[in-house]
């Protein structure tokens, strides 16, 4: 299958497990209310790697646009292995309150993402309801949330979906009062962590960038366990730091 700009699926009902995993392990993945697969995204606005770490080829043109290649991740979680335990494990464990629940979506995580918002330095949608739906607020995922509470506030929530045997993670947001504490990973090992309880399979935490370094925390997750999508040999396969390059001439290839 060649490269794609982008290419979207518009859901007009709940969509069964089944066929979202299927989605999933075809390199989909969930955008608001739909799902949707790419190969590139803008570069208007992203920081960039160092020069000497860009691959010779040069950039990449989109209808006069600078873009930068994207690839879809997964953990398999049959390879995960625990590793050290989260610096601050336990302190949460003595001073927050954990919470996982079916999200509803309300103006207690509204705020929270607001305040999320002031702490961060990238570009980043306007409003948690702009991010998971569409005008009309129809959802058509079965997602949920993992809340984290500091005396009686919530802190901290995570989203996540399940297919069948495997989740999609979807956000991570925190009070930036709390940055120290690191609960952005904790929140993504926690998603895992629940995964494995119900013997899921492939954690899929969206893509990285060749280009962009924004998104190597995906790299981080799992080095061991991590997968990536090869949409032209409809393949998952290992990945290794030495594939930066492979990978952009891949893409270069069916580009």
Not at 159 to 179: H, Q, R, T, V, W
Request: charged share 20%.
């Amino acid at each position: 299958m060649p490269s794609v700009f982008y290419q979207k699926i518009l859901l007009q009902e709940k969509i069964n497990e089944q066929q979202y995993r299927e989605f999933l392990e075809g390199g989909w993945y969930r955008v608001q209310q739909i799902l949707m697969t790419t190969d590139f995204i803008m570069m208007e606005g992203m920081q960039r790697r160092p020069e000497d770490l860009i691959h010779p080829s040069g950039y990449f043109q989109y209808m006069g646009n600078e873009v930068g290649p994207v690839f879809w991740l997964r953990v398999n979680l049959h390879k995960f292995s625990i590793g050290k335990k989260h610096p601050f494990q336990s302190y949460i464990d003595r001073n927050f309150t954990l919470e996982v629940t079916p999200f509803s979506y309300d103006e207690t995580y509204e705020n929270l993402y607001d305040k999320y918002l002031t702490g961060i330095d990238f570009d980043a949608s306007p409003s948690l309801f702009n991010y998971l739906f569409d005008l009309d607020g129809s959802d058509y995922f079965n997602s949920t949330a993992i809340n984290l509470y500091h005396q009686k506030e919530l802190i901290a929530f995570g989203l996540f979906d399940e297919a069948e045997d495997c989740s999609a993670g979807i956000i991570n947001c925190f009070d930036p009062a709390y940055k120290k504490y690191s609960l952005g990973k904790w929140l993504i090992m926690k998603k895992i962590e629940l995964a494995l309880s119900k013997n899921h399979q492939f954690y899929y935490p969206g893509y990285f960038s060749t280009r962009i370094p924004k998104f190597d925390y995906k790299l981080q997750i799992a080095p061991s366990a991590t997968e990536v999508w090869i949409r032209e040999a409809k393949q998952w396969l290992p990945f290794e730091p030495s594939l930066m390059n492979k990978l952009e001439n891949y893409l270069i290839g069916v580009y």
